[in-house]
């Protein structure tokens, strides 16, 4: 099982952009499929993005040509580039950790992403 703690979230203005970041403590990082979740208000756990251990990547149609999943092995980094902020992308946002092959799940604490003006 991996550790994971998430930062970089805030209040920000419809527009906006917001970096987020996840760093995991893992003695192998590589072997982990990577992303980033979010909880409305009210509402379900929703995947916003992810990238495999491999460096594919899959958005949500909500999401798409706005935000950017990345990931930095040497670092044990995973990255959560959101722009053109808008007020439904307010949520709680968590880094998920799923271990390859044995579909081993890790999760963060979150970090609360409000877009408002």
């Known amino acids: 099982q991996v550790q994971l703690m998430e930062s970089g979230g805030g209040l920000v203005q419809p527009g906006g952009s917001l970096r987020l970041s996840c760093a995991a403590s893992?003695?192998?990082?590589?072997?982990?499929?990577m992303g980033w979740y979010r909880q409305a208000s009210g509402r379900q756990r929703e995947l916003v993005a992810a990238i495999t251990s491999a460096g594919r990547t899959n958005y949500a149609d909500s999401v798409k040509g706005r935000f950017t999943i990345s990931r930095d092995n040497a670092r044990k980094m995973t990255y959560l580039q959101m722009n053109s902020l808008k007020p439904e992308d307010t949520a709680v946002y968590y880094c998920n950790a799923e271990r390859v092959l044995t579909l081993e799940p890790s999760w963060g604490q979150g970090t609360q992403v409000t877009v408002s003006s």
């Open positions: 893992t003695r192998i990082f590589s072997i982990y499929n």
